[in-house]
């Protein structure tokens, strides 16, 4: 009976290739644990919600459309501002009780910068109810 490294009489060097087997052994029992176990991290309430119908809201009338196109014209309830009417009219609407909700459509293409400058205007005068509008996802 020999004591060392099996085969010792024929090689001489040390093994050069690595046994894998014991790591995919390992790795198949901790894949079966998970397996076993994942149900077990789910703890989900089985809820009956109600239903219910619901169009799109209604525009209220405390609030002003305001649109950017591409071309960074702005429209305030659908007609054009020319550049020194924004800020009079920020100005009014936020004298107004309660104050008006702006709700701001940018066209895709519209450059940040604008938007961002439309918003800070609506900030200086006081304005905080500010909300974006999308249209709905496609189906």
Request: no cysteine; net charge negative; charged share 20%.
């Amino acid at each position: 009976m020999a004591f060392g490294a099996f085969n010792h009489h024929r090689q001489k060097e040390a093994m050069a290739d690595i046994n894998v087997t014991p790591m995919v052994d390992v790795m198949l029992v901790l894949l079966v644990i998970f397996i076993i176990s994942a149900p077990m991290f789910t703890n989900a309430v089985q809820l009956e919600l109600p239903r219910a119908q619901a169009g799109a809201a209604p525009q209220q009338p405390d609030s002003i459309a305001l649109a950017l196109d591409a071309a960074g014209t702005l429209y305030w309830n659908n007609s054009p501002l020319q550049a020194g009417e924004l800020e009079e009219r920020l100005a009014a609407a936020a004298k107004r009780e309660p104050q008006p909700e702006l709700q701001l459509r940018a066209d895709r293409a519209t450059r940040y910068e604008a938007v961002a400058r439309l918003m800070a205007a609506a900030q200086q005068h006081g304005l905080t109810r500010l909300v974006f509008v999308t249209d709905p996802k496609e189906k």
